[in-house]
C-alpha cells in the first residue's frame, strides 16, 4: 500500500521537497514490434480498449483500429474528416469521435467499426475524455476557446466558454475535468455535474501545455510543456507541486497507475519516463529513445505495453517559438504503429 504524506503539508515544504532528476542506469522499455499502417500521414491520438484489445488511432479521416494482440490491423472506421480525439461510453459501449472538418462528433460501433450517428460539435475539435461522474463526454476546441459536454444518453450539449484554446483534458473521476489552455499556460478546473468553470490555475514555467494525465488517487494532474518541462499539480488547489524535465515536442501524457509512472511522448523522438514515489517526490528517469514524429500515445496498464505513431520524416521546419521542438513533415504512406514493452530486469 502505497503512504502518502499529510495534504496539509506547508507550501515551503513542498519546495523543499523538490524532486530528483536522478535517472536510472537504462531505459526502463525496448521496441518489441512494429505494424504498417499505410494511408496519409495526419494523425493525432491514440486509444486503448483493455476489454477487446482494440488500439484505436485518430488517422486523417478514419480511426485505424488495431487488435494488439496480435499487433495487426483489425479494421477502420470511415467516413470522417479529420479526427483527433477518441472516447467510450462505458454505459453502451459505443465509440466517440471527431469530424473537426465538419464540426461534427460520430458515434460508431466498435464491433462493426460503423458510425451510427452524427452530432453537431464546436469548431476545431481535438482532444476528448469520458467523465464517470457526469456520465458525459467531454471535448477540447482550441479555436473555440471552448469545450463541449456532451451526454450521451440524452443527446444534450453544453459549450463551457474556457477563455483559452485547449487542447487536451482529464477527469478525476469526482466531477472536476481538467483543461491544459495551451496558448494562456494555465489550467482550466470545469466541475462536470454544473459545466461551469470554476477556477483557472497558472503553470509557472510551463509554455504551451499539451498532453494532459492525471492520479486521482494522489490528487495529482500532469500537464506536459511544449518547453521541455511537466508540471505536476494538486488537482485541490491548483499548486504547482513540480516541474520535471521531459522532451521537446509532447502532445500526449499518460499515467500509469499500477506502476505509478507519468508519460510524455515527444515529438523529438523520445519517451520521458518519471515516476511518482509519492506525491511530493518525482524522479526522471532515463528516456526511451523512439522515433521523430512519434508525439502521441496509450497503454495497456495491464502488463505496461506502450504504442505510440509516427511516419518517416523527411523536412524539418522551424519551431513555432524559441525553445519548442521543429514541425517536421512526414513521407506518405510510411505512417507506423510502434509497440513498447517492459524491458528485461
Known amino acids: 500500500m502505497r503512504h502518502f504524506w499529510h495534504a496539509g503539508v506547508s507550501a515551503l515544504f513542498i519546495l523543499m521537497a523538490a524532486p530528483s532528476t536522478a535517472q536510472a542506469a537504462t531505459p526502463l522499455y525496448r521496441l518489441a514490434d512494429t505494424v504498417p499502417l499505410g494511408g496519409g500521414v495526419k494523425w493525432d491520438?491514440?486509444?486503448?480498449?483493455?476489454?477487446?484489445?482494440?488500439?484505436?488511432?485518430?488517422?486523417?479521416?478514419?480511426?485505424?483500429v488495431v487488435d494488439t494482440a496480435r499487433d495487426q490491423i483489425a479494421g477502420n472506421v470511415t467516413g470522417l474528416d479529420g479526427t483527433h480525439g477518441i472516447t467510450f461510453d462505458p454505459a453502451t459501449g459505443l465509440g466517440y469521435?471527431?469530424?473537426?472538418?465538419?464540426?461534427?462528433?460520430?458515434?460508431?460501433n466498435p464491433v462493426t467499426m460503423k458510425v451510427q450517428k452524427t452530432l453537431p460539435s464546436l469548431e476545431d475539435t481535438d482532444g476528448m475524455v469520458y467523465d464517470p461522474a457526469s456520465h458525459q463526454i467531454f471535448v477540447a476546441a482550441?479555436?473555440?476557446?471552448?469545450?463541449?459536454?456532451?451526454?450521451?444518453?440524452?443527446?444534450?450539449?453544453?459549450?463551457?466558454?474556457?477563455?483559452?484554446?485547449?487542447?487536451?483534458?482529464?477527469?478525476?473521476?469526482?466531477?472536476?475535468?481538467?483543461?491544459?489552455?495551451?496558448?494562456k499556460n494555465e489550467m482550466a478546473v470545469v466541475n462536470s455535474g454544473t459545466d461551469q468553470v470554476t477556477a483557472r490555475w497558472p503553470l509557472p514555467g510551463c509554455d504551451g501545455p499539451t498532453g494532459m494525465a492525471i492520479d486521482p488517487q494522489a490528487q495529482r494532474v500532469f500537464t506536459s510543456c511544449q518547453n521541455g518541462?511537466?508540471?505536476?499539480?494538486?488537482?485541490?488547489?491548483?499548486?504547482?507541486?513540480?516541474?520535471?524535465?521531459?522532451?521537446?515536442?509532447?502532445?500526449?501524457?499518460?499515467?500509469?497507475?499500477?506502476?505509478?509512472?507519468?508519460?510524455?511522448?515527444?515529438?523529438?523522438?523520445?519517451?520521458?519516463?518519471?515516476?511518482?514515489?509519492?506525491?511530493?517526490?518525482?524522479?526522471?528517469?532515463?528516456?526511451?529513445?523512439?522515433?521523430?514524429?512519434?508525439?502521441?500515445?496509450?497503454?495497456?496498464?495491464r502488463d505496461g505495453d506502450i504504442f505510440l505513431v509516427t511516419a518517416t520524416a523527411k523536412?524539418?521546419?522551424?519551431?513555432?517559438?524559441?525553445?519548442?521542438?521543429?514541425?517536421?513533415?512526414?513521407?506518405?504512406?510510411?505512417?507506423?504503429l510502434l509497440v513498447y514493452h517492459q524491458a528485461a530486469s
Open 45 to 64: 491520438y491514440l486509444h486503448f480498449q483493455a476489454a477487446s484489445n482494440q488500439l484505436f488511432i485518430a488517422h486523417g479521416d478514419e480511426l485505424t
Open 142 to 183: 482550441g479555436d473555440s476557446e471552448a469545450a463541449l459536454a456532451l451526454n450521451p444518453a440524452t443527446g444534450r450539449e453544453t459549450k463551457i466558454a474556457l477563455g483559452g484554446q485547449p487542447e487536451y483534458l482529464a477527469a478525476d473521476g469526482q466531477g472536476q475535468i481538467f483543461l491544459a489552455l495551451n496558448d
Open 315 to 336: 523536412a524539418v521546419k522551424a519551431p513555432k517559438r524559441t525553445g519548442w521542438a521543429p514541425h517536421y513533415e512526414f513521407t506518405p504512406g510510411t505512417l507506423t
Open 97 to 108: 469521435t471527431d469530424s473537426s472538418g465538419t464540426k461534427t462528433l460520430s458515434m460508431f
Open 229 to 301: 518541462k511537466l508540471a505536476v499539480l494538486n488537482t485541490g488547489n491548483g499548486q504547482e507541486v513540480a516541474l520535471l524535465p521531459i522532451g521537446l515536442g509532447s502532445d500526449s501524457a499518460a499515467f500509469d497507475a499500477q506502476r505509478h509512472l507519468i508519460f510524455s511522448a515527444n515529438s523529438t523522438g523520445t519517451l520521458s519516463i518519471i515516476k511518482e514515489t509519492d506525491p511530493f517526490h518525482y524522479t526522471a528517469l532515463v528516456p526511451v529513445k523512439t522515433r521523430i514524429g512519434a508525439r502521441t500515445m496509450a497503454i495497456d496498464e
